[in-house]
């Protein structure tokens, strides 16, 4: 089956400060998703996207799909983006995760 | 908020016995999932429907059966719980197609089990 690898699976970040997560796929796909979970365990979808470019205040985010992978970008980091962050791919409408990458982001 | 409600959210039980998760969704989407979640795996797809009646294996199927005898019910069950089944279990939905929004995936709250 298709794999989904996310890095860095960990990232420690002073509160202000940019960061760049990935998510490559080790085939085509349909779709791909970002979502945040909070330390409550919510799930959240943060972009739908198959291919080009997002943006959504400080999150962006851009999927290359001829080259198998997307980036997440978080700009101006707050505590409250804490949390993991999951890519997942839609392939014939069966949704496969990465392992993800916990953020903390320090006051 | 799509509604989606999981039950029960918590659940204790022990080794060897049947246990059902229930997921409820009230927005009429074609595709229900269900996956687990563990320290270190992310989210395993178990299970997922396309329909009534028409479910599929996921990544990590053994051990677990799912039902869909109507749109708004898809249910997970455990047939003899392990203690290896104890996790974190979130069920989502997308309506698919082609109108804008169709394929976004949205979770259910999660149902944690632990088996003794």
């Known amino acids: 089956g298709i794999q989904v690898e996310q890095s860095p699976p960990d990232l420690i970040l002073q509160e202000g400060a940019n960061s760049t997560l990935r998510c490559n796929f080790s085939?085509?796909?349909?779709?791909l998703q970002w979502f945040h979970q909070n330390p409550w365990g919510q799930l959240i979808n943060l972009f739908y996207?198959?291919?080009g470019t997002k943006q959504n205040g400080r999150l962006s985010a851009t999927t290359v799909a001829t080259e198998r992978y997307s980036l997440l970008y978080i700009s101006s980091s707050q505590t409250t983006d804490s949390g993991v962050y999951f890519c997942?791919?839609?392939?014939?409408?069966?949704?496969?995760f990465g392992k993800g990458t916990r953020l903390h982001i320090l006051p | 908020d799509a509604g989606i409600t999981q039950s029960p959210r918590h659940k204790v039980t022990e080794t060897g016995t049947p246990v059902t998760l229930r997921c409820h969704q009230t927005?009429?989407?074609?595709?229900m999932y269900w996956y687990r979640q563990d320290p270190g795996h992310g989210l395993r797809l178990i299970h997922y429907?396309?329909?009534?009646?028409?479910?599929d294996k996921g990544e990590v199927s053994d051990g677990y059966s799912v039902s869909r005898s109507k749109t708004e019910d898809f249910l997970l069950t455990l047939e003899s719980a392990t203690s290896s089944q104890t996790s974190v279990y979130f069920c989502?939905?997308?309506?698919?197609?082609?109108?804008?929004?169709?394929?976004?995936?949205?979770f259910g709250a999660g149902s944690r089990l632990t088996v003794l």
């Open positions: 997942a791919v839609d392939r014939d409408d069966k949704i496969i």
């Open positions: 085939d085509s796909v349909n779709n």
């Open positions: 429907s396309y329909g009534v009646k028409d479910t």
């Open positions: 996207i198959p291919s």
């Open positions: 927005e009429n989407h074609r595709y």
């Open positions: 989502a939905i997308k309506n698919g197609g082609l109108r804008s929004g169709a394929n976004v995936l949205t």
